[in-house]
């Protein structure tokens, strides 16, 4: 069984300052990790994703990810936050080929205080 | 364009009734899904078709009936519906089914009165 866990219900940081949403998982097998942000009324929009090379992948609005398979993390942050990032943040993840089923994390909170 | 295409966005409906929710994705893909998405905003995976075959079918009521009539759209029928029904229903598609992204729907609340 495959799993994520978002250990943080809701993550707050200044306009500015550099933000970490963190994201560990369990698979077997390779895992394939995604993220997402959901704003409020709104569907899920893909933001990065891991699949093998580089551990730091890098995604859309400033959003980066770093893996780290000894530790099962897959970490998103910013340098720099802006107010218009406040949203839910899902991390998810797939085992490795042949797997359909991509499993959610129970998602961030994140607040940006202008 | 929109890529993956749920209606309606809004359904409010009696205890009791049967609904359905339609999906339609224009991106080419593969496989399509369904997830819900309860109160405290925790996803569930509920269905996943590939090329029209049922893949992932998940603990869910048999109330719950997905129908693929084509690649591109993946219906979601309920019936007998009931309270704990009420969620927002997200329809979601991708190319491979595994290495890719998904992208999703804008999601169909539903709230059964």
């Known amino acids: 069984a495959q799993s994520v866990a978002q250990p943080e219900d809701q993550v707050k940081v200044a306009e500015g300052n550099p933000l970490t949403v963190k994201c560990t998982y369990s698979?077997?097998?390779?895992?394939?990790l995604f993220w997402y942000v959901q704003y409020p009324n709104r569907g899920l929009q893909f933001l990065l994703k891991?699949?093998?090379?580089?551990?730091l992948v890098k995604g859309s609005y400033g959003f980066e990810a770093e893996f780290n398979k000894s530790q099962t993390s897959f970490h998103l942050k910013k340098p720099s936050a802006l107010v218009s990032d406040s949203a839910l943040y899902f991390c998810a993840v797939r085992s490795g080929a042949g797997s359909y089923q991509l499993t959610f994390g129970k998602g961030t909170k994140l607040s940006v205080i202008p | 364009d929109t890529a993956v295409s749920q209606t309606p966005k809004y359904l409010v409906t009696q205890m009791g009734n049967d609904k359905s929710i339609k999906c339609e994705q224009n991106l080419g893909h593969d496989t399509m899904y369904w997830y819900k998405q309860d109160s405290k905003k925790f996803l569930k995976i509920m269905f996943s078709?590939?090329?029209?075959?049922?893949?992932i079918n998940e603990t869910v009521p048999n109330r719950f009936s997905p129908k693929s009539p084509d690649k591109a759209h993946l219906n979601l029928h309920i019936n007998s519906l009931e309270l704990g029904d009420s969620a927002v229903y997200f329809c979601a598609s991708s190319q491979d089914g595994w290495n890719t992204e998904a992208f999703f729907g804008q999601g169909t609340r539903l709230t059964v009165v």
């Open positions: 698979v077997s097998g390779n895992p394939y």
């Open positions: 078709y590939n090329n029209k075959e049922l893949i």
């Open positions: 891991y699949i093998t090379g580089d551990n």
